[in-house]
């Protein structure tokens, strides 16, 4: 009913930059918030940002001040601006959308892979 496509994501050198996009299509209706998610081998998935329809943001403590989430509603598309990068970020990166249909509804993209390395 939605799908979420990830792209960006690669090999950076440490201290370099990435930008992660998320494009939503199909029966998208009213996206509520938009997120970012990482997932190491072994390790819970866990929140690196997100953001509201209404643009209030929320990040991990981990990367606050070095990543930055923003949201084009108009394309249905969030982004993650991934600055100063470390090799602790190397994870697959996953895009969530919420879409309230009469309660929420939770929609996640397959991932895209950013590698931290020398």
């Known amino acids: 009913q939605v799908q979420l496509v990830e792209s960006g994501g690669g090999l950076v050198q440490p201290g370099g930059s990435l930008r992660l996009s998320c494009a939503a299509s199909?029966?998208?209706?009213?996206?509520?918030?938009m997120g970012w998610y990482r997932q190491t081998p072994g390790k819970q998935r866990e929140l690196v940002a997100d953001i509201t329809s209404g643009g209030i943001t929320n990040y991990a403590d981990s990367v606050k001040g070095r990543f930055t989430i923003s949201r084009d509603n108009t394309k249905s598309t969030a982004y993650l601006q991934m600055d100063s990068l470390n090799a602790e970020d190397t994870a697959v990166y996953y895009c969530?959308?919420?879409?309230?249909?009469?309660?929420?509804?939770?929609?996640w993209g397959r991932g895209t892979q950013v590698t931290v390395s020398s």
């Open positions: 969530k959308a919420r879409i309230w249909t009469m309660r929420a509804y939770d929609y």
């Open positions: 199909g029966s998208i209706g009213s996206i509520t918030t």
